[in-house]
Nanobody, 119 residues
Framework: QVQLVESGGGLVQPGGSLRLSCAAS????????MDWYRQAPGKQRELVAA???????NYADSVKGRFTIFRDNAKNTVYLQMSSLKPEDTAVYYC?????????????WGQGTQVTVSS
């Protein structure tokens, strides 16, 4: 089994910065996709940023130029550096990974971490 543990959420003022981390542990051979999603109250979960094992990245239009996703494959960890935060970035943020254990891959979710942007 594989577990994803997130950290780094909290309360920040508009214009501030936060860095989220998500570490995978358990039976891991390799990790392909590492993504961050978020879900605000009353809204659907949406993809914020994604990265592949090849290093390509993709961002939601709403966070381009403000958020950066990067990964440390040796630590099985993905990060989300968030800058110039806005109140509309307030949400629960979830990491999401495609993990290969042996010959098959499965998707896993983290437990979620709350990010609140407010003065």
């Amino acid at each position: 089994q594989v577990q994803l543990v997130e950290s780094g959420g909290g309360l920040v003022q508009p214009g501030g910065s936060l860095r989220l981390s998500c570490a995978a542990s358990g039976r891991i051979f390799s990790i392909n996709a590492m993504d961050w999603y978020r879900q605000a109250p009353g809204k659907q979960r949406e993809l914020v940023a994604a990265t592949t094992s090849g290093g390509s990245t993709n961002y939601a239009d709403s966070v381009k130029g403000r958020f950066t996703i990067f990964r440390d494959n040796a630590k099985n960890t993905v990060y989300l550096q968030m800058s110039s935060l806005k109140p509309e970035d307030t949400a629960v943020y979830y990491c999401h990974m495609l993990v290969y254990s042996g010959g098959s891959g499965s998707y896993y979710w983290g437990q979620g971490t709350q990010v609140t942007v407010s003065s």
